[in-house]
């Protein structure tokens, strides 16, 4: 069962990766933080499932959440990504303004 | 031929800049800055989850135990309350829709385990509690983290 529950967390991370393509490198870390969350949750569901509190029509509802969980994931990770972009632009912008400062005859 | 004279050149550089500037402010407003009162009221909401699962977790024989749907009922509105505040918050800033649709989702997953809890009517399975709360506490996770890693406003 953990063989399979580490499986679906790569497929997890795969989705992530395809979502950010080039940011993978910077954004990685907490794609990780975020998995690894999830990691032992979906262990629990599991366990759920096999001690008979769960069958697995009554877990489609907690699986359709976890799906969710995965777009909320998503979306922080494009977020984080477009944020490391602006601060890299902003500090770019603030170089820009200075030398233009610098130049200007006061 | 007309060349420009000095000063009108110099009203056309300012007028260049001005737009370089300006082109600049809207490309570098991808997402929103960083709110300390976003973070506060996340946290807020974090609170009022964790008293939720506490209690849940606690007792058992409690008649007014929110392990029953009708005494847990109160907690999810204001899980779902709070997080519409932040959303609330979210509408004022700029560059913000990635941030609300993520809020949305939050708040599409409590009203999900509201509605598993409603049909269950009692969750006395602890595994089944650590469940439902492991997936909205990381639901408020992911809205701190992300909120967390916005740019901060410098000042120029």
Redesign the interface.
Known sequence: MSFEIDEIIGDMAEAIKGSVKEDWPDTKD?VK??LD??K??MK??A??IL?G??TIESAK??L???K??L???I??V???T??M???A??KA??V??DA?KMALPV | MNLPQPSGLSSLKKTV?LSF?LV?SF?????PYYDASVIEQIEETTATADRFYLLMEMDSTDEDSPRAYEAAEPFYYDIILDLRKINRMNNYRKSSE??S??VE??I??VE??R??HSDLERLD?R??I??HR??TM??L???R??ES???KR?N?
């Open positions: 907490v933080q975020f969350r999830r032992e949750r629990l569901i366990e759920l001690k509190t769960l509802p907690y359709d959440i976890e969710k969980l777009e909320m994931e979306l922080g494009s977020i984080i477009k944020a972009a602006q601060n632009a902003n912008l603030k820009l303004v233009i | 800049f500037l600049f490309a570098c407003s991808l997402v990635a941030s649709k993520q989702t939050a599409d997953i999900a385990q509605s598993i399975d595994d089944l650590e469940l492991g997936q990381d639901a996770y992911i809205l983290a992300t890693r916005l740019p410098q120029p």
